[in-house]
């Protein structure tokens, strides 16, 4: 850090912004600017690692300041597209380790620091995803289509529904208690016989996979439900083939009410290294 | 690595049936991953995030509302608890404001009860009991208990 750097950090207190790890260690800036808008981001070298960085101001994200201003969905919603624009910019320069949101540091000691300590991994996990690529696939349900599947299938549920049409009042309001549990019990273990398959194949297509929890239909905003949500680590040059082949489940699975929908390339987010 | 729209292309197409998101289409896919992935390194400030699900719902809920609020020139949003905190204050006092005309009400219409009524708590009780009474019969599987 030069004199001038130093002088400008004292007058302004400032914490260091970590984004992601990259293998590039030539001193690069990115177009992009850091989080806040004003100061450049540039790699901190430890060899043939670097860390992806830039400075911010201490007032915005000391512990106090962040816990106002994580709640503050107008702070917090540009920084984070920022914050994944960033790691694609680096992208650019090779392969990168994103890092979670809102990492940050005191010192450029301490970053060397953790460089110093997962100087092998990181390298290690950075030349493995260097011809890879993430992509997210997501599957939803049209309302009705479960019930159908199951119906269809269930000598138990018919045998329900034989006894429901004989059925007096006060029986009747049971044997259909009885039919609602069923169903969704039977909904259930046909949704997740039916992923399962899905997930089997889609994972035969990539290098590594990751089955992440279902979304809720306010956080998705579509009528269908969310029955599939996974991240699968693909060889770019077998991109043409995964999509090809989530095409054709797609095609088979259409009769049945279900929709795919498919997210990517991105950064490997779901495939990082764990820091013991 | 001037050009971060570079990395989109070339997107591989399908025949159609599915639908393709780029990164930058949905927000929820992007808090997911930003928010909820990634390597997880301590560092030297301790943040809390909030539930990502949660976060999605408001921002969904939040874009929903702009958008529609901007087609009907409204700008109810500067009122909006979540985005600012004078407007939470605001909110907060006419809650409280609301509550409190709301217990005065209450108050009001519970001594007008109680004057109109020559029950006493005892006659009351009385009655409450010979009411459940009544419907025990009609429950033929409680009989056995209430003899006990």
Redesign the interface.
Request: hydrophobic share 40%.
């Given at each position: 850090m030069d004199s001038l750097a130093r002088r400008k950090e004292e007058r302004e207190p400032s914490?260091y912004y970590?984004y992601?790890?990259s293998l590039t260690t030539e001193p690069?800036s990115?177009?992009?600017k850091g989080m806040e808008g004003e100061n450049k981001v540039f790699p901190l070298s430890y060899h043939e690692l670097s860390a992806v960085v830039s400075c911010v101001p201490l007032a915005v994200?000391?512990?106090q300041a962040?816990?106002?201003n994580?709640?503050?969905?107008?702070w917090?919603?540009p920084r984070?597209?920022r914050?994944?624009?960033i790691i694609?910019?680096a992208?650019?320069?090779g392969p990168v380790?994103?890092?979670?949101?809102?990492?940050?540091?005191?010192s450029r000691a301490?970053i060397l620091e953790?460089l110093r300590n997962?100087d092998e991994p990181f390298r290690a996990f950075l030349s493995f995803v260097q011809d890879k690529e993430e992509w997210?696939v997501k599957i939803y349900m049209a309302a009705e289509a479960g019930k159908k599947l199951v119906r269809k299938a269930s000598p138990v549920l018919q045998a329900l529904e034989d006894r429901l049409a004989a059925a007096s009042t006060g029986e009747s309001y049971f044997l259909r208690k009885r039919r609602e549990k069923i169903l969704r019990a039977e909904v259930e273990r046909s949704i997740e016989a039916l992923t399962e398959e899905i997930y089997t194949q889609l994972s035969s297509w990539s290098v590594a996979d990751r089955r992440?929890r279902v979304?809720?239909r306010?956080?998705?905003?579509r009528a269908e439900e969310m029955i599939f949500n996974a991240a699968f680590l693909v060889d770019k040059e077998k991109?043409?083939e995964f999509?090809?082949g989530?095409?054709r489940l797609?095609?088979d699975y259409?009769s049945q009410g279900l929709?795919?929908?498919?997210?990517?390339?991105?950064p490997p987010?779901?495939f990082?290294?764990r820091?013991q | 690595?001037?050009?971060?729209e570079?990395?989109y292309a070339p997107i591989?197409?399908?025949?159609?049936?599915?639908?393709?998101?780029?990164?930058g289409?949905?927000?929820?896919?992007?808090?997911?991953?930003?928010?909820?992935?990634?390597?997880?390194?301590a560092?030297?400030?301790?943040?809390?995030?909030?539930d990502i699900?949660l976060?999605?719902?408001?921002?969904?809920l939040?874009v929903?509302s702009v958008e529609k609020a901007k087609e009907m020139g409204i700008d109810w949003w500067e009122h909006n608890s979540?985005?600012?905190?004078k407007a939470r204050a605001r909110e907060e006092s006419r809650n409280l404001t609301e509550k409190e005309d709301e217990i005065k009400a209450l108050k009001e219409r519970v001594a007008q009860l109680e004057s109109s009524c020559s029950l006493s708590p005892l006659t009351a009780e009385r009655k409450t009991r010979k009411g459940r009474g009544k419907r025990e019969p009609a429950l033929p599987s409680r009989t056995p208990v209430s003899a006990e």
């Open positions: 914490l970590l992601g790890f690069f990115l177009q992009e994200y000391s512990e962040l816990d106002e994580l709640k503050d969905l107008e917090l919603t984070v597209k914050h994944e624009q694609e910019a992208l650019q320069c380790i994103p890092v979670r949101f809102c990492t940050l540091y005191r301490r953790v997962q997210g992440n979304l809720d306010r956080v998705t905003g991109v043409g999509v090809g989530l095409d797609a095609a259409k929709f795919f929908e498919l997210s990517g390339p991105w987010y779901n990082c290294p820091i | 690595m001037s050009q971060p570079l990395y591989p197409r399908g025949s159609g049936e599915i639908v393709h998101a780029t990164r289409d949905t927000l929820s896919d992007v808090l997911e991953r930003v928010l909820d992935k990634g390597v997880v390194i560092g030297d400030i301790a943040i809390r995030l909030m699900e976060l999605t719902i408001h921002i969904r939040l929903a979540f985005l600012s905190p």
